[in-house]
């Protein structure tokens, strides 16, 4: 679950990666979000290995698009809350 706000320089303020039911500690030095387009990279807390990017695009009420985890591309959908 990532969560941060719309507002210039806000910070993220919820960041954790689950996989397979285990949370991973992690890391955003990089995301971007605006009305049409989410990005995210996501490290681990020490910024020293790259874990996963997340690109999407709005659709209606969610961005959808991707994130790849270990090499591999999953289908995403995120949502505002």
């Known amino acids: 679950m990532l969560a941060f706000g719309h507002s210039a320089g806000s910070a993220l ?4 990666l689950r996989v397979d039911g285990k949370e991973i500690a992690v890391d955003a030095p990089q995301w971007w ?5 989410l990005r995210v990279v996501l490290t681990d807390t ?10 999407a695009k709005r659709k209606g ?10 090499g591999r ?9």
Not at 13 to 16: E, K, L, N, T
Not at 46 to 55: P, S
Not at 61 to 70: E, I, L, R, S
């Open 13 to 16: 303020f919820s960041q954790r």
């Open 33 to 37: 979000l605006d009305d049409d387009e």
């Open 46 to 55: 020490q910024a020293n290995e790259r874990l996963a990017i997340v690109k």
């Open 61 to 70: 009420d969610a961005y959808d698009g991707t994130v790849v985890y270990q």
């Open 73 to 81: 591309r999953h289908w995403i959908r995120c949502r505002e809350s």
